[in-house]
C-alpha cells in the first residue's frame, strides 16, 4: 500500500536519512549552516530521486565523545528531536533540502535541553529561508 503524504509526519523513516556520501560531501563543501549552541545544522537545496522533502543526518563529535554510547546517546536525542518537531518547521519547504544536524557541544546534553535548541535551530533556519 504506497500512499504519498505531502505533509511530514512525526515519522522519521528509512527514506529521509541522510546516507549518501556524495550528498554529505557536498553537503559540507556547498551547504549553509545556521547554528544554534550547541547545534549545528548544515543545509543545501537539493533534488532526491525518492520523492523526499527532506534527508537528514545527524552527528556528534568523537573529539568531545571518545566512547561511543556518548556519541550513540547524543545521537538518538537529536533524532527523536528531529523527527517531533520537523513538522512544524519544514512543512511549508518548498523545494528538497539535505541537512546535516551537529551536535558541537562539550557536555553531555538532556533530552530538553536539545529539543529546546532545535526549537530555535529550526526558527532560525525558517527565517534564513524565509528571506
Same mark, same amino acid.
Given at each position: 500500500?504506497?500512499?504519498?503524504?505531502?505533509?511530514?509526519?512525526?515519522? @522519521?523513516?528509512?527514506?529521509?536519512?541522510?546516507?549518501?556520501?556524495?550528498?554529505?560531501?557536498?553537503?559540507?563543501?556547498?551547504?549553509?549552516?545556521? /547554528?544554534?549552541? !550547541?547545534?549545528?545544522?548544515?543545509?543545501?537545496?537539493?533534488?532526491?530521486?525518492?520523492?523526499?522533502?527532506?534527508?537528514?543526518?545527524? /552527528?556528534?563529535?568523537?573529539?568531545?565523545?571518545?566512547?561511543? !554510547?556518548?556519541?550513540?546517546?547524543?545521537?538518538?536525542?537529536?533524532?527523536?528531536?528531529?523527527?517531533?518537531?520537523?513538522?512544524?518547521?519544514?512543512?511549508?519547504?518548498?523545494?528538497?533540502?539535505?541537512?546535516? #544536524?551537529? @551536535?558541537?557541544?562539550?557536555?553531555? !546534553?538532556?533530552?530538553?535541553?536539545? +529539543?529546546?535548541?532545535?526549537?530555535?535551530?529550526? +526558527?532560525?533556519?525558517?527565517?534564513? #529561508?524565509?528571506?
Amino acid at each position: 500500500m504506497e500512499h504519498k503524504i505531502n505533509a511530514l509526519s512525526f515519522a @522519521y523513516p528509512q527514506k529521509e536519512k541522510l546516507k549518501s556520501k556524495k550528498l554529505i560531501d557536498k553537503l559540507f563543501t556547498e551547504g549553509k549552516s545556521v /547554528s544554534v549552541y !550547541p547545534l549545528r545544522m548544515m543545509y543545501l537545496s537539493t533534488v532526491f530521486e525518492d520523492d523526499v522533502l527532506t534527508k537528514t543526518g545527524v /552527528s556528534a563529535s568523537k573529539r568531545h565523545f571518545k566512547k561511543a !554510547p556518548d556519541r550513540n546517546r547524543i545521537k538518538r536525542l537529536l533524532r527523536e528531536s528531529y523527527r517531533l518537531n520537523k513538522a512544524e518547521y519544514f512543512n511549508n519547504l518548498t523545494a528538497p533540502h539535505a541537512f546535516m #544536524i551537529l @551536535y558541537i557541544g562539550k557536555e553531555k !546534553p538532556t533530552f530538553s535541553q536539545v +529539543e529546546n535548541k532545535m526549537k530555535l535551530l529550526f +526558527e532560525k533556519f525558517s527565517n534564513k #529561508i524565509s528571506e
